[in-house]
């Protein structure tokens, strides 16, 4: 039986990042999930795990960080990279103190996201 892939959630407002994204994760054999929203994502099918998150800070209703704040509240253990184009050292320490693997500013290389989600499936 072959190696089950590892299984990356991706919730970004943007369309085209969210499958870029998505993309990349499947071209280095994880498996990608695509949400478009916190609240999208919070209906996910629960017989679906997930194994990384990668989150969009600024997404047009529930923010990133307060859904990390209510995942780590409801008792989910779910390692997450927090991405976003927002310049605000004052959010990066919010997401550093909700449990952040890592924080990327967008652009970012694509070597980076990886190392990223290596790093928070090993944690």
Same mark, same amino acid.
């Given at each position: 039986m072959g190696k089950l892939r590892r299984t990356?959630?991706?919730v970004d407002d943007d369309a085209s990042l969210r499958r870029s994204v998505g993309r990349l994760?499947?071209?280095?054999?994880?498996a990608a999930v695509e949400y478009a929203s916190a609240e999208a994502f919070l209906l996910h099918d629960p017989k679906t795990p997930i194994d990384c998150l990668v989150l969009d800070i600024d997404l047009g209703g529930m923010s #990133?960080?307060?859904?990390?704040?209510?995942?780590?509240?409801? &008792?989910?253990? +779910?390692?997450?990279?927090?991405?976003? *184009? @927002?310049?605000?050292?004052?959010l990066?320490?919010?997401?550093?103190?909700? #449990?952040?693997?890592?924080?990327?500013?967008?652009?970012?290389? &694509?070597?980076? +996201?990886?190392?990223?989600?290596?790093? *928070? @499936?090993?944690?």
């Open positions: 990356v959630a991706v994760l499947n071209a280095y054999g994880f #990133g960080i307060e859904l990390q704040r209510k995942l780590k509240g409801d &008792g989910a253990k +779910l390692p997450t990279i927090f991405i976003t *184009a @927002l310049e605000d050292t004052r990066q320490t919010e997401a550093e103190q909700a #449990g952040c693997i890592a924080y990327l500013r967008k652009p970012f290389a &694509g070597s980076v +996201l990886i190392d990223a989600v290596k790093k *928070a @499936l090993r944690s």
